[in-house]
């Protein structure tokens, strides 16, 4: 018999040994809770189907069919989706501790990225001090006001590109734009350094790296949805994103290292950006800051600068 079908009859045995064992507990485990109404879920797959490739639109027709917060099935994860500003921030803010312990998406899990980022730490002393750096030392009004220059400077230089581009006739890549935009006005409020200028190639590394990574992290992962399958990678997404999250580590990582040289150099002017602040904070014991936890938070602080509207 051919190794192949070997393989296909073991897999095939392995999945309904673990479908049985599934119904089996499932009906061992007593009373379910009650869930929001939603779509019926068809079997195995859910509600995958019904999400379409463009999957806000999709569930926001289904909230209007259903409630503004309704249950889908999706693959074998049971998700409650909020379409409701008010419950939204019921959730998010009232009720934000019990509900902080998220599902971390397969993506997110190499360099154990997932036990030092903010957004997917349970809730422990390690999440309640990340937290507490970012409220009061990072994205605090007061800190936020004290490089607003910068923000008005990027949006400058990004109308001065608008109207050269105008008064030449040239055509504007306005995702392009916008892009370039985000990153510049990331790194000089982080780094005080812009991470995509054209004549950089290190910017440019960074930001063709930071694009992939929006690419994978945007894709739907059948890993996701199956996590029985999360030990096979079946799309490649957590081998494609160990790459790149080891080269954006090694950027900050070299970064971080300059600066701390830079710092031990006599005549050496502060700068007013979150790594002289998080520097800071590493060097007091007390703070429970290290290196590695101000790598994770720019990781962390790309991914809220690229998905926040431009705020000047």
Known sequence: ??????MLGFYLSWGLLRALLYIVNKGKSGKVGKLPPGPRPLPVIGNLLELGSLPHRSLTKLASAHSPIMSLKLGSITTVVVSSASMAREILQTHDVSFSNRLIPDS?????????GLPWVPVSPLWRNLRRICNVHLFAPKALDSNQH????????????VKKCSETGSSVNIGEAA???SLN????????????????ESAKEFKELVGQIMVEVGKPNVADYFPVLKWLDPQGVRQRMTSYGRRMLDIFGTIIKNRLQHQNVSGFGRKNDMLETLLDLSKDKEEGLD????????????NFFLSSPIIV
Do not use: C, N, W
């Open 1 to 6: 018999m051919d190794l192949p079908i070997l």
């Open 108 to 116: 997110s899990t190499p360099f154990r990225h997932h036990e030092h």
């Open 150 to 161: 910068l923000r008005h400077q990027k949006i400058q230089e990004l109308s001065a590109y």
């Open 179 to 181: 892009f370039r935009t």
């Open 185 to 200: 006005l990331l790194g000089s409020t982080i780094l005080s350094m812009d991470l995509a200028e054209p004549t950089s």
């Open 291 to 302: 290196l590695v936890l101000i790598e994770h938070l720019f990781l962390v602080s790309k």
